[in-house]
């Protein structure tokens, strides 16, 4: 988990500070749940007036990396930044999409 790992930021173009995928299930109307994850990358462009990513983007900042000192309050926040990850519903119908092609046998 360093900074060059971190796929570009999908909203600006730059470089992630780290990416996580985060589970994501889905309730179809007809009741059936689908279950999936999404990619989500911090962005210290995109991220930083966000309340629970500012402190992340700011240990890396401090830190560079993670360490073995480090590791527990890395930790911490990036499970602050998850949870409060919001997925916008255009990424919920992509995922629906790729559930239904992957039943279907397209992919
Ligand atoms: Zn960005």
Same mark, same amino acid.
Request: proline share 8%; aromatic share 4%.
């Given at each position: 988990? %360093? =900074? /060059?790992?971190?796929?570009?930021?999908?909203?600006?173009?730059?470089?992630?500070?780290?990416? =996580?995928?985060?589970?994501? &299930?889905?309730?179809?109307?007809?009741?059936? $749940?689908?279950?999936? *994850?999404?990619? !989500? !990358? $911090?962005?210290? #462009?995109? @991220?930083?007036?966000?309340?629970?990513? #500012?402190?992340?983007?700011?240990?890396?900042?401090v830190?560079?990396?993670? &360490?073995?000192?480090?590791? =527990?309050?890395?930790?911490? +926040?990036?499970? *602050?930044?998850? /949870? %409060?990850?919001?997925?916008?519903? /255009?990424?919920?119908?992509?995922?629906?999409?790729?559930?239904e =092609?992957?039943r %279907?046998? @397209? +992919?």
């Amino acid at each position: 988990m %360093s =900074a /060059a790992h971190a796929p570009a930021c999908p909203r600006c173009g730059g470089d992630g500070l780290l990416a =996580a995928r985060v589970p994501h &299930n889905i309730e179809r109307p007809d009741g059936h $749940l689908v279950r999936g *994850t999404t990619q !989500v !990358v $911090l962005c210290p #462009g995109c @991220d930083a007036d966000q309340p629970a990513a #500012g402190p992340l983007i700011t240990y890396f900042h401090v830190h560079g990396q993670v &360490n073995d000192d480090t590791v =527990a309050q890395c930790a911490d +926040l990036i499970h *602050t930044w998850v /949870a %409060s990850i919001h997925i916008p519903p /255009a990424d919920i119908e992509q995922i629906d999409a790729e559930a239904e =092609a992957w039943r %279907s046998g @397209d +992919l």
